[in-house]
């Protein structure tokens, strides 16, 4: 079993930043890989960046410029750098964790095993 806590969310005006932590405990964190998805108000969940177990990351198109994404297994934790916040980035976001192969960046929300609580992220105009 793993458990995951996101933080770091909060209310900022656009064009400021944000950095997003995803804790891991329980299974070893270093064999999993990493999303960070978001969902907004009347939307579909959406996943927005990916790491693998290998470190390879996968960004949705319309925060590829902006977010960064990294990991650090010796903290057991995922960073979500959000840089140049827009009022369409707000949403709830979670982060999840998944069974796969080492170089794998999970796409689809079943291939995620594991699931945050997730934290809120207001953009201001």
């Known amino acids: 079993q793993v458990q995951l806590v996101e933080s770091g969310g909060g209310l900022v005006q656009a064009g400021g930043s944000l950095r997003l932590s995803c804790a891991g405990s329980g299974r070893s964190f270093s064999r999993l890989a990493i999303g960070w998805h978001r969902r907004s108000p009347g939307k579909e969940r959406e996943r927005v960046a990916a790491?693998?177990?290998?470190?390879?990351?996968l960004f949705t198109v319309s925060v590829k410029d902006r977010f960064t994404i990294s990991r650090d297994n010796g903290k057991n934790t995922v960073y979500l750098q959000m840089n140049s916040l827009i009022p369409e980035d707000s949403a709830v976001y979670f982060c999840?964790?998944?069974?796969?192969?080492?170089?794998?960046?999970?796409?689809?929300?079943?291939?995620?095993?594991?699931w945050g609580q997730g934290t809120q992220v207001t953009v201001s105009s």
């Open positions: 999840a964790a998944a069974n796969t192969g080492y170089y794998i960046t999970p796409r689809l929300r079943d291939e995620y095993d594991y």
């Open positions: 790491v693998a177990r290998s470190t390879a990351t």
